[in-house]
Structure formats: structure tokens, C-alpha cells
């Protein structure tokens, strides 16, 4: 056992000890160096336990209980400087493995103590966030906050975020905005190319209507999985826009699953393709959560715009302090150039009525959502109604888009819709919808609400009511089927006059500014065929802004529809329909003057079913043999009359057919003027009721018309001579 010295030092097991003042017997003795290595071990160890300690102003002594909490001191004080470095969390385990860097997934502006009270700029410490978010691939979620932002630096996500609850605020002359899009962007082929020349090559079996697959791109992976437009050489409409009138190449957008096979046919033929736009469809889903607007400063940028984006679910935001009026457009959202976008929830007050001028006398266009050259949109739970100008506005091809339980004052569309455009569950404001298009346009339980009055700002923005009102600045025509099915109308205009002309479902060519340029493949129509099932008018107010079912504005540039049905129509009281051929285009093979309607090629077919209504019009252009009816009534009556059931004017040519219908007489005029060629009238079942008055009125004497009745009942005086 070592005496017990005053100062020692130790520095490992195999470090030399050094005594020195070591005393015994009382006198001081200098000890030969014993290594530690070379001592005894001990058997037990308790905290009293004595510990050779060497520090820089002596040897001392210490417990091992004074030890061990030097060293876990020590230690604990070197882990919390490492764990605090920014790569600290990946040193940190879990219990079932990995380390806390990854409970990591997102960021926040909070985590960066960015100022959220919208009264301090923070558009640098935002950029830097959104910029590390791209950069490492997180997500941001800010759920609270009020952040004000500045300047023309679009803020650019590449993924997923979440702001709801936080509120943007753009300053006064603020140009930004928030601009989403994926990493794999958009990739253009010009005329040359190899995938274009490839096509082209092969245009007479490829560039074919109704084709689907491209033949000419079997084995070639280069469209695979994209959304692809194509721009082709062929002229297909005019666009006014600006003042000034361009010619638009006919286009086509789909997507391409591999080996050239189209998600879409082509609508037309076509000769060669200039160009190929193609976005690569991504795999996996992308959520982004929009914040809330506040535009109490006024600024005009497009505010949200997400351009190359495919596979993505954008929702929610809502504007705040938006004015009633303004100088200036604003749109407020733009999603461009896409595939499968779900964009939901999405809330707006009410749309500014904006104008080009100070003194807000010239209206001008202002969208809450815009959206163009894309395939596949699902709008849903969107709202912006009011008596802005049009709140969903659609520019470029499009394909497959659905509206579901929207609330807006206007859904339109400049470019032609490929596909399908469906609204169902919405609810239409004045401006009803404005399309162009290919495809078929099906609306479905809508619910219309009428209401302008002398609070409009916009004092002369429409023409009258209708429910389709065919895009004006495109040349007022539809090439595709119209569905109209379950609709309820209320309210009513204060302002609306028949001098102004009768509203309508329909509205072809509202005005003579376009046509379709020479060569164009496109058919300018009023749609090729309309089906209206379900129509039920709440007021007489509004039974009185609709009476055509279709109407063109303008002389001999559109084609009245092949066909039409339309059944279970309920007007209101002194309510009319009315077959309305003025103005419409007529075709080639109804041009001889004298041709019977019995042998005369016929050109429009009518089908009238279980409708309501007080008098019932076929009326025919001045010119009244250039179309040829077919005509079927089926179970129509006046049962809110107050005097007299049905009442049938027609002077179109044509053969009629009436069954089971309750009808007060026949007129061979349109109240107006009287038929000029022949009309074969065939009544069968059903009630004649006249009253007073004759079955048939004609004023006529040439005995061109015919009527042949079977099980009719004819009930009135017949007395009276006539």
C-alpha cells in the first residue's frame, strides 16, 4: 500500500506516478516511481474512494464521486454542442431505428422567426425558405400568420404546401406572386424535329379524323406518358382580341399513354404538324394548399399561377379585401398547361367589376379562375359570384373538364374544349356559360339565378338572358352535343326588355365581329345536336327571359342544330317556346322553292316532350323554304292557363306531329306572318279546345297545308261562322 501523498499526477495506466513529500518516520523521502499499470487491482470501488488528480497548479486528490461528475458534465456539455449543429439531428437515434433528422419532413416560416403580423416586409426570408424548400424537397406548412410581400419576384414552388390559415399580402404595386410547377417542365419539338417530321410523314393514315392512335410512333418512346399539344398548319378560327382580329391554327391536346395511342381521336382531319408541346406526366400526387389573398393595397399581378403541372391537387384560399370596383384587370388564379389538376375549395366574395379607365366607364375582364391548354381539370367547391364580369375564364385547348358544385357568375371558354366540359351541381350567375368548342358540353342540375338590376356596375355588358351564350370573340359557334338537364331558374332582370330581344338557351353568333376563315374544317353550329331534359322556370319574370330554345344574332353565318329534344319543361303562366330558324345558315340541299316537305330533304328534327307551356312557336326565316322540319309533340298542354289551353303558331316548313296533346288551336302563322309553303299537320289523341275560336286559323287560300286528325277530341262553338 502506497503512503498517502499530497501530489500526484496520472495521466493512463502506463504513465509513471511522481511523489514527492512523502513523509515516513517524519522525515521526507523520495519514493522510486511505480507505474499505475503495475499496481494491484481493486476489488470494489465506492464514491469515498480517494483518486490521484494532476492539475496544472498541483497533484490532488479527489473522490471517484467527484469524478464521474466532472466527467458526465463534461460529456453532457460536448453532446448538446454537437447535437446543436445543423447536422446534429442525423447523430441522434431512435429506438426503432433511423435518427431524428428524419421526424424532419417540412418547414415553416416559424421555424425561421419570420415576422407574422403583415406589417413588416418579409419577402427576402420567405424567398430564402421556399428556396431551401426546393432545394431539400420538403414541403413548407404555415398554417397561421400574416405575411407582407413586395416586389416582382415570383415566389417558386417545385413541391407540396400548406398555408392553410396564413394570409399573403401583397403591397401596392406589388408584380410577384406565388407561381407553382413541377421539375420536369415542358419540352418543345418545332417543325424539323425528328418526332414531328416522323408524324408528318405519315399524315395521310395519322393526321385522319377520328384516328386515335398514331401509327407512325410505334416503338418511339419520346411522347410516352406526356400531356401533348399539337399545332397543326391548317387555319381553324378567328380570335378577336385587343381590337384586332388573328386567325388560330386548328390544335389538338390529349394524352399519349406509349406507342402514339391518344388519351382523345382527332376531332378533324389535318395536313401537317408544326409543332409538338409535351409535359411528362408525373408518378406520384402533389398537394398544394393555397394561402389567403389580401388586397388591401390593390395590387393587379395574376396572383397564383401554376404552369407544367401534372398529377396535382390544388386547394382552398379565399380573397379579403377586394374592391367592389376598379381600374385595372385583376385575375386572381391561372392554371395553365396541365394534367389531372384537382383544384378545390376555393373562395371568393364576390368578383371586382374592374374597368380600362379612371373614370370606370369601359369595362374590361376579371377572373378568379383562369385555365387553359390542359387535360383533365376537376373544379370543385369553387365560388366567386356576383356582378363581376366573368369569374371562370378558360384560354388555349382544353380537354375534360368538370365543374362540380361551383358557384359563379360566368363559365367561359376562348379556345375550343376537346372531350367533354361538364358542370354539374353549379350554380350559374347572369352570365351563364360562354363555351367554344369540339366536344360535348353537359350541364346538369344547374341552378340559374337571375338578377340584374340598376346596381349593376356593368351597365351594357350582355346581351339578354341565356343560359349558353357561344363565345363571342371566337365567332359565336359550337361543333360538338349540348345536355341540359334538371335546371331551376329564378329571379329576374328589372332591366330586361323583348325590345332588347328575346333571351333564350341557346345564343349563337350574339355578333358579327368573327367568322371562321376560308378552309377551316370547323362546322360553325349552334351545336350539332341539343338534348334539354328537365327545365322548371320559379317566377314568370323569369319564364319571360326564356323563350327560344335556340337563337342566332346575326344572318346566315351559323347552322341551327340537326337536332333537338327537349321535354319536361315546366313555364310559368302565359310562358312560351318558340322554334326560332331567323337568322340561321341553310343548307345546300333545301334551296328549290317549290320542293313538297313530303319529299324535300329534311334538315332539322324537333322533339317536344311533356312540356308547359302557354303557346308553342315555329317560326320560320324570311326566306321560308330553305329548311325542312320534322317536328314530333308529344303530351304537351298549358295547365297554369287561365283561358285556354296550348296554343301551336307555326309557319316553318315542315311535317308536324302531335299526339296526346291539349292544344286551343292551330295557327299558320308565327303571330306575324303567315306560312308560305306547305305544312303537314298529323294529330293524333289528344284534345282540341277553341272555344269560340276556329280549330285551324289560316289566311291563307291556296289549300297548301294539310291536317289529318285521328282520336282527337274537338271541343268548342262551332256555331259561329267564320
Known amino acids: 500500500m502506497l503512503p498517502k501523498a499530497d501530489h500526484c499526477s ?7 506516478v511522481k511523489c514527492t513529500n512523502v513523509k515516513k518516520r517524519g522525515k521526507p523521502t523520495m519514493l522510486q516511481s511505480v507505474k499505475i499499470s503495475e499496481l494491484p487491482s481493486a476489488d470494489t470501488l465506492t464514491e469515498d474512494d480517494l483518486i490521484i488528480v494532476d492539475q496544472p497548479d498541483d497533484t490532488k486528490k479527489a473522490t471517484l464521486f467527484q469524478v464521474l461528475n466532472h466527467l458526465e458534465d463534461t460529456v453532457e456539455q460536448s453532446t448538446l454542442a454537437v447535437l446543436a449543429q445543423p447536422t446534429g439531428a442525423g447523430k441522434s ?51 397561421s400568420g400574416s405575411y407582407l410581400i413586395s416586389g416582382s419576384d415570383q415566389l417558386v414552388f417545385y413541391y407540396s404546401a400548406d398555408f392553410n390559415g396564413a394570409t399573403f399580402i ?29 408524324i408528318n410523314a405519315a399524315a395521310s393514315t395519322d393526321l385522319v379524323a377520328n384516328n386515335s392512335a398514331l ?36 390544335g389538338h391536346i390529349t394524352r399519349i399513354s ?8 382527332f376531332k378533324y382531319g389535318a395536313t401537317q404538324v408544326t409543332s409538338i408541346k409535351a409535359i411528362p406526366i408525373n408518378t406520384h400526387r402533389t398537394y398544394f394548399h393555397l394561402p389567403n389573398i389580401d388586397y388591401r393595397y390593390k395590387p393587379h399581378p395574376i396572383m397564383i399561377q401554376a404552369f407544367y403541372v401534372t398529377n396535382y391537387t390544388i386547394e382552398g384560399g379565399s380573397t379579403v379585401n377586394k374592391p367592389i370596383e376598379d381600374a385595372g384587370a385583376r385575375h386572381i388564379i391561372s392554371i395553365q398547361y396541365f394534367y389531372d389538376v384537382h383544384f378545390k375549395d376555393a373562395y371568393e366574395a364576390y368578383p371586382s367589376a374592374t374597368f380600362v379607365d379612371a373614370a370606370h366607364s369601359d369595362g374590361t375582364a376579371s377572373y378568379f379562375f383562369n385555365y387553359g391548354w390542359g387535360v ?62 369540339f366536344g360535348d358540353l353537359q350541364i346538369i342540375r344547374p341552378r340559374i339565378v337571375l338578377g340584374r338590376n340598376s346596381a349593376n356596375p356593368y351597365k351594357d355588358l350582355s346581351y339578354f338572358p341565356c343560359i349558353v351564350q357561344l363565345r363571342t370573340t371566337s365567332g359565336g359557334w359550337y361543333d360538338g352535343d349540348l345536355l341540359i338537364q334538371d335546371a331551376n331558374i329564378e329571379g329576374y332582370w328589372d332591366d330586361y326588355t323583348s325590345a332588347r330581344g328575346e333571351g333564350c338557351f341557346v345564343l349563337a353568333a350574339p355578333d358579327a365581329n368573327t367568322t371562321l376563315p376560308a378552309g377551316s374544317p370547323i362546322t360553325p353550329r349552334a351545336f350539332r345536336n341539343i338534348i334539354i331534359d328537365g327545365v322548371t322556370f320559379k317566377s314568370e319574370k323569369a319564364s319571360a327571359c326564356f323563350t327560344s330554345l335556340v337563337r342566332s344574332s346575326r344572318d346566315g353565318y351559323v347552322y341551327f342544330p340537326n337536332s333537338i329534344k327537349a321535354r319536361n319543361i315546366q313555364y310559368a303562366p302565359t310562358g312560351k317556346l318558340r322554334i326560332d330558324l331567323t337568322n340561321f345558315a341553310f343548307k345546300a340541299s333545301n334551296t328549290n322553292a317549290n320542293m313538297h316537305p313530303s319529299v324535300d330533304t329534311p334538315d332539322i328534327f324537333v322533339s317536344l316532350e311533356n312540356i308547359d307551356v302557354e303557346k308553342m312557336i315555329f317560326q320560320r326565316p324570311a326566306w321560308g323554304y330553305r329548311h325542312n322540319l320534322r317536328v314530333q309533340v308529344t303530351g304537351c298542354k298549358s295547365t297554369q292557363y287561365t283561358r285556354s289551353p296550348m296554343q301551336v303558331y307555326f309557319n316553318a316548313k315542315g311535317i308536324y306531329t302531335f299526339t296526346d296533346c291539349e292544344v286551343y ?53 262551332y256555331s259561329v261562322s267564320a
Not at 496520472?10 to 509513471?16: D, E
Not at 401596392?172 to 407561381?179: D, M, Q, S
Not at 418511339?220 to 388573328?246: H, K, P, Q, R
Not at 406509349?258 to 381521336?265: L, V
Open 258 to 265: 406509349n406507342n402514339g395511342k391518344m388519351e382523345h381521336a
Open 170 to 198: 401583397p403591397a401596392a404595386g406589388y408584380t410577384g406572386g406565388i407561381f407553382i410547377t413541377q421539375p420536369n417542365q415542358m419540352v418543345t419539338y418545332g417543325a424539323g424535329s425528328a418526332i414531328v417530321n416522323k
Open 93 to 143: 437515434g431512435l429506438l426503432h431505428g433511423g435518427t431524428v433528422q428524419n421526424l424532419q419532413t417540412f418547414l415553416s416560416f416559424d421555424m425561421f422567426g419570420i415576422n407574422n403580423t403583415g406589417t413588416v416586409d418579409v419577402t427576402t426570408e420567405i424567398k430564402k425558405v421556399v428556396a431551401l424548400a426546393n432545394f431539400t424537397k420538403m414541403p413548407i406548412i404555415q398554417r
Open 215 to 250: 401509327a407512325s410512333l410505334a416503338g418511339d418512346t419520346t411522347l410516352d406518358n406526356c400531356m401533348v399539344i399539337f399545332e397543326f398548319s391548317d387555319d381553324a378560327f378567328n380570335y378577336l382580341s385587343g381590337g384586332s382580329i388573328t386567325t388560330r391554327k386548328l
Open 665 to 717: 288551336n292551330f295557327v299558320t302563322s308565327d303571330g306575324t306572318n303567315e306560312a308560305t309553303h306547305p305544312l303537314l299537320v298529323h294529330v293524333k289523341g289528344g284534345t282540341v279546345k277553341s272555344g269560340t275560336d276556329l280549330p285551324i286559323v289560316t289566311s291563307e287560300n291556296l289549300y297548301r297545308h294539310t291536317f289529318t286528325c285521328s282520336d282527337v277530341t274537338f271541343i268548342g262553338d
Open 10 to 16: 496520472f495521466k493512463s495506466l502506463n504513465f509513471v
Open 376 to 437: 383533365r381539370l376537376l373544379a370543385e367547391n369553387v365560388s366567386s359570384n356576383g356582378y363581376g364580369w366573368g369569374s371562370f375564364g378558360g384560354g388555349g385547348y382544353l380537354a375534360d373538364i368538370t365543374f362540380l358544385r361551383c358557384n359563379a357568375n360566368t363559365y367561359d371558354s376562348h379556345y375550343p374544349v376537346i372531350g367533354y366540359c361538364r358542370l354539374v351541381d353549379c350554380i350559374m350567375g347572369d352570365g351563364g356559360i360562354s363555351p367554344t368548342g
